[in-house]
């Protein structure tokens, strides 16, 4: 079952270089008709590429790759959206005149695409389609009808074209909107400009420009608010500056500068901005109250198999179960979720959903080891951690784990893993390192304390099931069902028994560290 040994398998579908997102079906229904285009969920919220968004809205679209801008070409109105950015644009084609607009979160680059939030998106496919659209996050559907909507009615075209041609300042007008996330500071701009820089400190917000003009008297006519107290120009070294008094309140600010529509923007967002983690989920954060319990492989994949036939599915369930039983009956408010508690087949995507959509905060992987020849002298238990394998057997075990995706239905959405995967992988599981590593070092020590299996230490590898989940995360290879001392130990109820017992105790020691330290952080 080993295949090349360098391959490792990401978990990842066609879609984000990024863990912990699934893919999902988007319907999209108009009329009687209704058709599916995938999308993908992070931290609970469906993304779905505008180019496919776009074919299916029977719309043109065009990505811009070197500004990861793409957009959505309708009737009479052209909607922009760009990668890793708030601002939604949205053009009308005749007079060229902009909206700005802006989501609570950004649109995300994947692969050429453009892929953004569609709850808060579909208000701008009403406004640049003309129809109404809808988005139901419970059925993931959008919902487009064939009431009319008016984008001049609804958002207010005021504005007058401008004939550029004529103008003198690189910067020649400015407007300030107020919008329901903070405030809007739109400057006009005559050519392409180079894309200023900024900086903010003691309420103030600097915008340093390099070799333009700017119009000083449209600035200071500016009618100030929202977050906007005051804007002043000043040169510093021939250069203009910008500075922009800011009244309290706002949480951070962005310069954007789109040099297609000639404008730079700046934002300065309110709290309510802040919704990727609301406060009061940081806080829920700091309780230990949810362990996942995953018992590997089930159903028609019997995971390996040991001597006399024993199959590492069933160790796993029983361990699993074991250890759930004393978690539930010895502590009070922690609630245990199993990715599986018989014996299913259980897609290794799914795990991860089913950990990250309980809001665990620590997950177990249950599996055994063995050797391709057996019987074999091997013998020990591992604990891994989500990390680059470091040795060639760490990387064998992983891919033989990960081998269980040849039995799942869509095996495309696991990418294979490079190094610079890995990268991305292992940031986004950083801060989650420190938990896992110190609870392998208790699990280490509970272990060696009681288990009639010897440990091989703490060792690290890339294993998918633990990509997907989005908390601290081990994988334990309990023992060798191909060593006879260990199948025997593996396989008897009492050796099950004391297994459990020894996870059980580190859970438990683990639960206290979390809180405690996780609290006095918080105190800081
Ligand atoms: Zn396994």
Redesign the pocket.
């Known amino acids: 079952m080993r295949i090349i040994a360098y391959l490792l398998f990401l978990f990842l579908f066609q879609a984000f270089n990024l863990p912990g997102l699934f893919a999902s079906d988007l319907i999209i229904k108009r009329g009687n008709q209704s058709a599916k285009i995938p999308s993908i969920n992070l931290r609970g919220t469906e993304y779905v590429a505008t180019s496919q968004l776009a074919k299916i809205l029977g719309v043109n679209y065009y990505f811009n790759p070197s500004r990861e801008k793409s957009e959505i070409k309708f009737n009479d109105y052209n909607l922009k959206f760009t990668a890793n950015n708030q601002f939604v644009i949205l053009t009308a084609k005749k007079s060229n005149q902009h909206q700005i607009f802006q989501l609570p979160i950004s649109a995300k680059l994947r692969k050429g695409d453009v892929y953004i939030p569609i709850k808060y998106s579909v208000k701008y496919l009403s406004y640049a389609s003309g129809l109404k659209t809808s988005y139901s996050e419970e059925s993931n559907r959008v919902t487009i009808v064939t009431t009319k909507v008016n984008a001049k009615e609804l958002v207010k075209w005021n504005e007058t074209l401008v004939d550029r041609s004529s103008i003198k300042y690189d910067i020649f007008s400015a407007k300030i909107e107020n919008k329901s996330n903070g405030t809007l500071l739109r400057l006009a701009t005559k050519g392409k400009i180079r894309k200023p820089s900024s900086s903010i400190s003691n309420n103030t917000l600097y915008i340093f420009f390099s070799d333009i003009s700017i119009d000083k008297n449209e600035i200071s006519k500016l009618n100030v608010r929202g977050f906007i107290r005051h804007i002043t120009v000043k040169h510093v070294n021939g250069n203009p500056q910008m500075e922009i008094k800011l009244r309290e309140g706002y949480e951070k600010y962005e310069v954007f500068y789109d040099d297609e529509i000639g404008e730079i923007l700046v934002s300065i967002h309110n709290k309510l901005l802040k919704n990727e983690s609301s406060n009061d989920d940081e806080i829920e954060k700091w309780k230990f109250d949810i362990i996942v319990l995953d018992a ?2 089930g159903g028609k994949d019997p ?2 198999i040991g001597l006399n036939g024993v199959k ?1 599915k069933d160790i ?1 369930l029983a361990v699993v179960r074991e250890l759930g039983s004393l978690i539930e009956k010895n502590v009070k408010n922690l609630k245990v979720v199993y990715t599986r508690d018989d014996d299913k087949f259980v897609e290794l995507y799914k795990r991860g959903k089913i950990a990250n959509e309980s809001k665990g905060n620590l997950f177990i992987s249950v ?2 080891n063995s050797t391709p020849r057996k019987p074999s002298n091997a013998r020990g238990f591992e604990v891994y951690l989500l990390r680059p394998g470091r040795t060639k057997e760490a990387i064998d075990i992983a891919e ?2 990960n081998s269980v995706i040849s039995l799942e239905e869509d095996a495309s959405r696991y990418k294979q893993l490079n190094d610079e995967n890995f990268i991305l992988v292992s940031m986004a599981h950083a801060s989650n390192m420190r938990y896992s590593e110190t609870f392998a070092d208790m699990l280490n020590t509970e272990w060696i304390k009681q288990v009639g299996v010897p440990s091989r230490g703490i060792k690290q590898a890339g294993f998918y099931v633990l990509v997907g989940a989005s908390m601290p995360s081990i994988l334990i ?1 309990t023992g060798f069902i191909s060593n006879k001392n260990d199948v025997k130990y593996l396989n008897s109820r009492s050796g099950q028994k004391e297994i459990a017992k020894s996870i059980f105790n580190s859970i438990f020691k683990y639960k206290n560290y979390y809180e405690t330290s996780l609290n006095t952080e918080l105190d800081k």
Request: hydrophobic share 20%; net charge negative.
């Open positions: 590997g492989h995971g390996a590492e796993n599996h055994c033989f784990e290879e």
